[in-house]
């Protein structure tokens, strides 16, 4: 993917948009991981070519966040180097998108609450100061339309389906909401790239992303949870155990046989 001229940053703020983009990158290849262990195991040949393609977008999108944050660090290493040679406290993903894909019905509400938001960030980020995010978000932001649209479909299915998809969608609901505050509460750099400018405000967007929620979720009859104490720290290195079992496979090749190309 070809994108604009970095944009010029004083070094401290280059550090914390290293560690941001980083951030972002670790998501998306976390979640593209999880998704592409669906591959051969959808519930029909449909959906599992569905899941196995959302997967690649994510994996596109984390490669491209690895290059930049590479650049941003400005210490040789490469996005192969990010991707397979840090352990699981140096990643800083949410803890959303390590939890296990579950069902079909517990991976649709994974995505979903990922998707509400990860849609509405790209959509401020593709209008942000630096350049390079910007034409990131821009070109990610049209693959998180769809995501979202297919993720807000099958909530409804499930949700006003049959007796048995709506116990496992309200299960999963029940075990996944605890992960979806910490998507919106800035850590602490965050909030610094925030006061600068450089990142969204997640407190403008959650007006917008509550609202979907609630279209779906009246759609699907289904109610939308409340006082729910969310689960946080994955922004900041502190992770479930599932981080560490998914490392340890999505890693092995590279480690096992380091500088490995095709």
Known sequence: MQVAPPTTHTPETQTQLFRYVLQLADTSLILA?????????GPILEQDLALANIALDFLGEARSYYQY??????????EDDLAYLRSAVEYRNPLLVEQPNGDFAATIVRQFIYDTFHYHLLQQL?????????????KSVKEAAYHLKWSSEWIIRLGDGTEESRRRVEQAIASLWRYAGELTTPNATEKELQAAGLVPDYAAMLPQMEAHVARVFEEATLPVPQGVFMQKGGKDGRHTEHLGYLLTELQYMQRTYPGLTW
């Open 33 to 41: 991981h999880r998704l592409s262990e669906w591959c051969g195991h």
């Open 69 to 78: 944050a590479a650049e941003l660090e400005g210490q040789g290493r490469t």
């Open 126 to 138: 593709q209008a942000g100061p630096d350049t390079q995010l910007a034409a990131i978000a821009e």
